[in-house]
Nanobody, 117 residues
Framework: QLQASGGGLVQAGGSLSLSCAAS????????MAWFRQAPGKDRELLAY????????SYADSVKGRLSISRDNRKNTLYLQMYGLKPEDTGVYFC????????????WGQGTQVTVSS
């Protein structure tokens, strides 16, 4: 089970940190990802990180502004966001799965991020 937290209201240009806590003992067996669903839009893959933490990838739209990381000892995934824009507004979801297959099998409940202009 995945539990995302850390969302909130922030002004444009601000920063925010999200966390995703995983229960159970299989966290380190999965690649992890953050997705965003903006109002009226499809869910978008923002970033993912390999199970070892040794590789990360970002969508072009967020490259340089987001940083994904994980702590397998704490069963926690993180997303540091900088230089936030109003278009970053949406519900942010964490997911577990296999990055190379593009298959995400476990999802958190989402946390709302709102960026005001």
């Amino acid at each position: 089970q995945l539990q995302a937290s850390g969302g909130g209201l922030v002004q444009a240009g601000g920063s925010l940190s999200l966390s995703c806590a995983a229960s159970g003992s299989t966290f380190s067996s999965y690649d992890m990802a953050w997705f965003r669903q903006a109002p009226g839009k499809d869910r978008e893959l923002l970033a993912y990180i390999y199970r070892t933490g040794g590789y990360t990838s970002y969508a072009d739209s967020v490259k340089g502004r987001l940083s994904i990381s994980r702590d397998n000892r704490k069963n926690t995934l993180y997303l540091q966001m900088y230089g936030l824009k109003p278009e970053d507004t949406g519900v942010y979801f964490c997911a577990a799965g296999t990055a190379t297959a593009g298959r995400w099998v476990n999802w958190g409940q989402g946390t709302q991020v709102t960026v005001s202009s």
